[in-house]
């Protein structure tokens, strides 16, 4: 594609979703949210009673998959089949179900020209695991964000709690450990920063410091 592209990779909790958001709304690009998708196929797959490993009909999921993603300022609502899901997907439950739908290389294929499709005038920031290495080979800008697992479980922890949910502590770094072994560790499209990636350790950095860090990135190569 032709159009601007700012790929972040990372780890789940390393805070991609909300630093995309805000360069996004920075830059006035548009925002895709890679993980919601598999998310969707997973939260679709088990709404169906399709088991994680059925590698065929996952596919199909993946492949028709009609959602819709509404910004509302800060807010992206994602109808499922016009059903509002927007909260149904953000759990860990979900969480690792899409790691197991995304291991499978025919549902990341199936996503793949869906992702693509998001890269229109005037730019993207795609939030994802394979932004840089896979999706947008090609972007001009990738960085790779991370944060130690033990900050990241206590960021969704906190985010959890927010959202009125509750949580431990202990079982969130379990799950947050067992993704990233299996999103680092499987053969198709693993979780590593590109060979063009700047990588931006967030563990002790706040959240207008790594916008502002990546803006500054963004004016040297504008
Ligand atoms: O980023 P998020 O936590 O929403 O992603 C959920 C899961 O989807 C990840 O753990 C990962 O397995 C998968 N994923 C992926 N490739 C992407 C985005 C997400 O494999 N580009």
Redesign the pocket.
Known sequence: TGSAVVAI?G???AG??TISRLIAERLDWHLL???????LT?LAAERRGIDMTDAAALETIARELDVVFVSEGEHTCIMLEGEDVSSD??NEH???L??????LQVV?EA?LAR?RDFATSPGLV??????GT??FPEAPLKIFLTASAEERARRRFDQLRQAGQHASLSSLLKEIEA??A??TQ?AV?P?RPAEDAITIDTTELSIPDVVARIEALLSLRG
Request: proline letters at 2%; a positive charge; aromatic letters at 2%.
């Open positions: 990779d780890p789940g909790g991609k979703g949210d890679s993980g919601a998708l598999y998310r997973a997907i953000r979900v969480g690792g899409a790691s197991q739908v995304a291991a990341r996503l992702q795609a939030d994802g695991r394979d932004m896979v999706v993704r990233d299996r999103d499987r499209a979780l």
